[in-house]
């Protein structure tokens, strides 16, 4: 069992920064692709940006390209999104995913996961 929990999320203005943090339990985190989504009130969960087990490879939104970066530390069981440059538009939840390779499908598509956080807000103010 893979268990995910999401930190850093706050309070920032528009032009700030904050960097989430997801933490995972289990020795199978090295192995999976990370994903993180976000979900706005009235909206539905959107894919924000992924990153593969070595990651070597990372996908973005069109939304936050340019402006976000996922990383990951498989010593420390951790991905991180880096946000940058945050507009009020970029306010939701947001959520990490753990993809171990037991469903088909594309990154973008939060199908793919199976493994979720509980979420952490992040409120960009105008």
């Known amino acids: 069992q893979v268990q995910l929990v999401e930190s850093g999320g706050g309070l920032v203005q528009a032009g700030g920064s904050l960097r989430l943090s997801c933490a995972a339990s289990?020795?199978?985190?090295?192995?999976?692709?990370m994903g993180w989504f976000r979900q706005a009130p009235g909206k539905e969960r959107e894919f924000v940006a992924a990153i593969t087990w070595s990651g070597g490879s990372t996908y973005y939104s069109d939304l936050v390209k340019g402006r976000f970066t996922v990383s990951r530390d498989n010593a420390k069981n951790t991905v991180y999104l880096q946000m940058n440059s945050l507009k009020p538009e970029d306010t939701a939840v947001y959520y990490c995913?753990?993809?171990?390779?037991?469903?088909?499908?594309?990154?973008?598509?939060?199908?793919?996961?199976?493994?979720w956080g509980q979420g952490t807000q992040v409120t960009v103010s105008s």
């Open positions: 289990g020795r199978i985190f090295s192995s999976a692709a």
């Open positions: 995913a753990g993809d171990l390779g037991y469903n088909s499908g594309s990154y973008y598509s939060s199908q793919k996961y199976d493994y």
